[in-house]
Nanobody, 122 residues
Framework: VQLQASGGGLVQAGGSLRLSCVAS????????MGWFRQAPGKEREFVAA????????AYADSVKGRFIISRDNAKNTVYLQMNSLKPEDTAVYYC????????????????WGQGTLVTVSS
């Protein structure tokens, strides 16, 4: 599976962005898909995911109610709609694919995109 993330940029606090992750290669639907982020000087953290198996959604507490993960299976694309952005959301965002029930654990994902930078100004 090859993953290509895009959609990052500079936005003011309170604004919105939508990230996209296009998957190619093996069957898109057979993988759990996750979004992670890494802020400068901090460890990578879980943001949101479609769980494997089953495809139910999961969110980190820090983004719950503000971010929405969705997918367009016809386009092999997963989205992360980010609303009410805060300066603390500033990070490089990565999409990942894997087959593990540990959807919150980055080490459980086998494939990673290259990351897209989101900067939220105050």
């Amino acid at each position: 599976v090859q993953l290509q993330a895009s959609g990052g940029g500079l936005v003011q606090a309170g604004g919105s962005l939508r990230l996209s992750c296009v998957a190619s290669g093996r069957t898109f639907l057979s993988y759990g898909m996750g979004w992670f982020r890494q802020a400068p000087g901090k460890e990578r953290e879980f943001v949101a995911a479609f769980r494997w198996p089953g495809g139910s959604t999961a969110y980190a507490d820090s983004v719950k109610g503000r971010f929405i993960i969705s997918r367009d299976n016809a386009k092999n694309t997963v989205y992360l709609q980010m609303n009410s952005l805060k300066p603390e959301d500033t990070a490089v965002y990565y999409c990942a694919a894997g087959r593990s029930t540990n959807y919150y654990d980055g080490s459980a994902y086998s494939y990673w995109g290259q990351g897209t930078l989101v900067t939220v100004s105050s």
